[in-house]
């Protein structure tokens, strides 16, 4: 099927990165542009862990026209952000310093699979090829909120386990759409609720409510985890 078939554009840019350099004291941020109404622009810095530096990642309205490449990705996400404060206010001058440290910034169009209804999607998830099969992002993508990555080690491990457990024990055509029928069931609720958070998020009044409220409640649960406006 065609892309716009199965991938739903949400109307975002994202930008990501790694600062190996950085040092976050083991502390997580979330910011927020608490004055928009449709979800506006949004940013994470997460410590890598193991030593590794920070992670980043810059949601923000669609920014037309694509990169051509790391620096001009870079130039667009400066113009995305707010400017540079004076240093007092921390989140967001961490948020810049992830941002200077990231040797590249990669760019994308915010796209998540669309499943449809029960029926729908299972034909569009298969691949039309005997001897291939989609994992991961170019099976499932969704939202960057960690829940992608959980998927496809999943995905791999669904995958090695059938093959272990098939007579051939190799990786044959059968193999491969035994794997899409057993992961579509939980990719398919997963990729719908994460998508189903995301337009709550985007509506404005009572139900952009919801994401606000458990980002808070997981914040009193997790004290690394701090909720701060953009």
């Given at each position: ?15 990501r ?50 990169a ?8 667009r996400?400066?113009l ?85 457990a ?65």
């Amino acid at each position: 099927p065609g892309a716009a078939a199965v991938l739903w554009d949400e109307g975002k840019s994202v930008w990501r990165g790694l600062a190996p350099s950085v040092d976050l004291a083991g502390q997580g941020t979330i910011l927020q542009d608490t004055a928009a109404t449709d979800g506006g622009r949004s940013a994470v810095t997460f410590p890598a862990g193991g030593g590794g530096g920070a992670s980043w990642t810059v949601i923000a309205p669609s920014v037309a026209g694509r990169a051509g490449n790391a620096d001009d990705a870079r130039r667009r996400l400066t113009l995305a952000l707010p400017p540079r404060g004076d240093g007092s206010y921390g989140p967001l001058e961490d948020l810049w310093r992830c941002v200077d440290a990231a040797p590249t910034v990669l760019e994308h169009r915010l796209q998540v699979r669309v499943f449809g209804g029960p029926n729908a999607g299972g034909p569009s998830f298969c691949s039309n090829t005997n001897g291939l099969a989609f994992a991961g992002d170019a099976a499932h993508p969704v939202r960057p909120t960690g829940e992608g990555l959980a998927l496809a080690f999943e995905d791999a491990w669904q995958l090695g386990a059938i093959v272990a457990a098939s007579p051939e024990q190799a990786v044959t055509a059968d193999a491969l759409r035994c794997y899409e029928a057993a992961r579509l069931p939980q990719v398919r609720e997963v990729s719908e609720k994460v998508r189903a958070l995301a337009e709550s998020y985007y509506t404005d009044g009572a139900a952009a409510e919801a994401p606000a409220v458990k980002q808070a409640a997981k914040a009193k649960k997790n004290p690394r985890l701090r909720p701060t406006p953009l």
